[in-house]
């Protein structure tokens, strides 16, 4: 089995900063991405940030040049710093992983619970 535990969100005022945390765990043999989805209510899932081994980080137009997402591969753990925020940030945010399980396993997504990310003054 697999946990994707998030950890960092909260309530900040706007232009202030967080910086949210996502540790895989469990049985785990490779990743091939890590990232962040949200969601506000009554708002589709949106896309924030993507890394994938190898490959440039990819943004959701709305958070390019105040986000900024990086990786531990040592521990499994992918983080997301959220600078100059904007009440329009408000969302639940949604950790996942693409992962492989063992040797020639197809790969599997996996969410985290979520994480509140309030923008307010």
């Known amino acids: 089995q697999v946990q994707l535990v998030e950890s960092g969100g909260g309530l900040v005022q706007p232009g202030g900063s967080l910086r949210l945390s996502c540790a895989a765990s469990g049985s785990i043999f490779s990743i091939n991405s890590m990232g962040w989805y949200r969601r506000a209510p009554g708002k589709q899932r949106e896309l924030v940030a993507i890394i994938t081994s190898g490959i440039s980080p990819n943004y959701g137009d709305s958070v390019k040049g105040r986000f900024t997402i990086s990786r531990d591969h040592a521990k499994n753990t992918v983080y997301l710093q959220m600078n100059s925020l904007k009440p329009e940030d408000t969302a639940v945010y949604y950790c996942?992983?693409?992962?492989?399980?063992?040797?020639?396993?197809?790969?599997?997504?996996?969410w985290g619970q979520g994480t509140q990310v309030t923008v307010s003054s």
């Open positions: 996942y992983a693409l992962l492989r399980q063992r040797v020639g396993a197809l790969q599997s997504t996996y």
